[in-house]
């Protein structure tokens, strides 16, 4: 079994050595075995887990969503049917949060359109001005 000394796993896994120990304290990945100069060794296992944890939040997952996916696999096994409705639910919730902003990005455009038209009227300056609006 391959050990890494905290920096290396950092560096292959792409995170501070300060996530590596929040990460213990969350429970996420195991606490590590320390060599016998007290440097904590980590294992290929705790590699691939933290790989795992990236990539989940890369998709959205926040770190408590991830640690009930990690803490369920390893105590009853996850099925590949719960991955893939945790993984629709979490499509479904991205979806409504890009309508939502479909509609502010929408608003914005109607709003910059209505300002551009109103500039062309007497009193719209000032009126910016009172509103704090003017660039």
Same mark, same amino acid.
């Given at each position: 079994m391959t050990e890494y000394l905290r920096g290396q796993m950092a560096k292959m896994a792409n995170v501070n050595m300060e996530t590596l120990r929040y990460y213990e304290e969350l429970g996420l990945i195991s606490i590590p075995l320390r060599s016998e100069a007290g440097y904590r060794l980590y294992s290929d296992?705790?590699? !691939?887990?933290?790989?795992f944890i990236q990539n989940a939040k890369l998709c959205g997952f926040t770190l408590k969503e991830i640690k009930k996916a990690l803490t369920k696999s390893e105590s009853s096994g996850? !099925?590949?049917?719960?991955f893939v409705n945790v993984v629709d639910k979490k499509m479904d919730k991205v979806r409504s949060e890009i309508a939502k902003q479909e509609i502010k990005l929408t608003a914005l455009a109607d709003l910059r359109k209505n300002l551009l038209a109103a500039d062309k009227h007497p009193g719209v300056q000032s009126t910016l001005e009172i509103l704090k609006m003017e660039s």
């Open positions: 296992e705790v590699l !691939s887990r933290l790989v996850i !099925s590949i049917d719960d």
